[in-house]
């Protein structure tokens, strides 16, 4: 039952991405060339979002939809790699033209090509399980 749910909320975020246009590769070229606020406004309203229902899970200790606590690990401060790593994700953005959600979207909506984003990205993922252990952390 649980799959279902999970698979209905991934078919309507795809539906907003696509008719939201976030994942259209045009509005992702004009958020890096600084020629559009629509971009920024969606990432900034989900972030605004995001900070409020945070802050309301933890102040009313507010459960999941299946009745279990939700906890949040505390955040280390190392500030340099969470810099690396955010210039590593935009530089990887800026050159596919979309980020792992909008990827979904685009191959589900038909845009074949980021296939082979997908592939790349599933690579680097095995990349780093493999790596994993000599990296800093």
Known sequence: MRTLIYLLIGILFGITMFKSEAASWFRIYEMFQFQSFHMYGIIGSALGLGIIITQAIKRFNIKSIYGEKIEFQPKDKAFKRYMFGGILFGLG??????????????????YLPVLVVLIAAIFGTFLYGLLKDKLPH
């Open 93 to 110: 953005w800026a050159l596919a033209g979309a980020c792992p959600g909008p990827m979904y979207t685009l191959i589900g909506v038909g």
